[in-house]
């Protein structure tokens, strides 16, 4: 069994955050429709799709001699094919600096993301919103809604939903260690949540509302069912990745920052 992790430990938080992270993106890489390379030292995934979502490198723990092999490996699978893929760093990675081999690579430096974490033993009561319905999506119909929010708000093109959808069907969509939610505003779909349960701790991923229903708590209320939900199956401590513009929501639900995460991203031209 799983251990699950307690609050009172920012180590173990900050390796299960990792850890929830590394298994969540690289769960893209075991569908059939993908490809997932992994090693000791190193894990990415491939899925062809025009997006840095659907492409990325999700670990690297490399010595300095190993640094420049690593990353012309990677660039085999992805540049020749002018696939754009983003390569994640976080507290465990090594070099410390790879960012620095990255850019001088041609890697763009798309900033530092915030890892945060919250007591699930101390959530506030749900707010319940007027006009306000959230379902799990278990359905094609309810994941394509999922997906068409999800493109919005990720700033990716709708054009490629029709690739993106077989390969989140084939993510399992009922399974009890991932859930996506949708919220319906007067029955009409707005914003999207995803709970992945791994490494001890519940991972938040994929929050966002459309503009026309923003700054109603629509965001905060999704989140805050997949946090209760993550209650009820016992764990102790969800975490996230936020946006900056997500990082003050999530602090007036009580996370806390506990570490950075940067990124790195190579686009082809005309992206």
């Known amino acids: 069994m799983v251990e699950v992790i307690r609050i009172n430990d920012i180590n173990k938080i900050v390796t299960a955050l990792e850890a ?31 997006s840095v979502l659907y492409n ?20 085999e699978h992805f540049i020749p094919k002018r696939i754009p893929f983003c390569w994640w760093t976080s507290p465990s990675t090594q070099p ?47 994941l394509k809604s999922w997906l068409e929010i999800a493109a919005v708000g990720f700033n990716v093109p709708l054009t490629l939903l029709d690739e993106i959808l077989p390969l989140e069907a084939s993510l399992a969509m009922e399974s009890p260690g991932y859930i996506r939610y949708l919220a319906l505003w007067q029955n009409t779909p707005v914003a999207i949540s995803a ?5 001890g701790v519940a991972g938040i991923y994929f929050v966002t509302t459309l503009p026309a229903a923003r ?9 805050q069912t997949a946090l209760k ?23 007036r639900l009580g996370f806390q920052e506990c570490c950075q995460l940067g990124m790195y991203a190579w686009l082809p031209a005309n992206y």
Do not use: C
């Open 20 to 50: 929830n992270l590394f298994s969540y993106w690289s769960n893209y890489g075991r569908s059939n429709l993908a490809q997932l390379y992994t090693a000791s030292n190193l894990v990415y995934f491939v899925t062809g799709i025009n």
């Open 56 to 75: 990325q490198v999700v670990y690297a723990q490399l010595t300095v001699d190993q640094v420049e092999s690593a990353i012309a490996q990677v660039f």
């Open 96 to 142: 410390t600096d790879l960012g620095l081999y990255l850019e001088a690579k041609g890697l763009m430096y798309l900033g530092e993301f915030p890892g945060m974490a919250i007591d699930l033993s101390n959530l506030d009561s749900q707010q319940q919103l007027k006009d306000i319905k959230i379902i799990r999506v278990n359905d094609l119909n309810t």
């Open 195 to 199: 709970l992945y349960l791994n490494a």
């Open 215 to 223: 700054g109603k708590g629509i965001a905060t209320n999704i989140t």
């Open 229 to 251: 939900d993550a209650q009820k199956l016992g764990y102790k401590v969800a975490i996230l990745q936020a946006s900056v513009m997500g990082k003050n929501i999530y602090q």
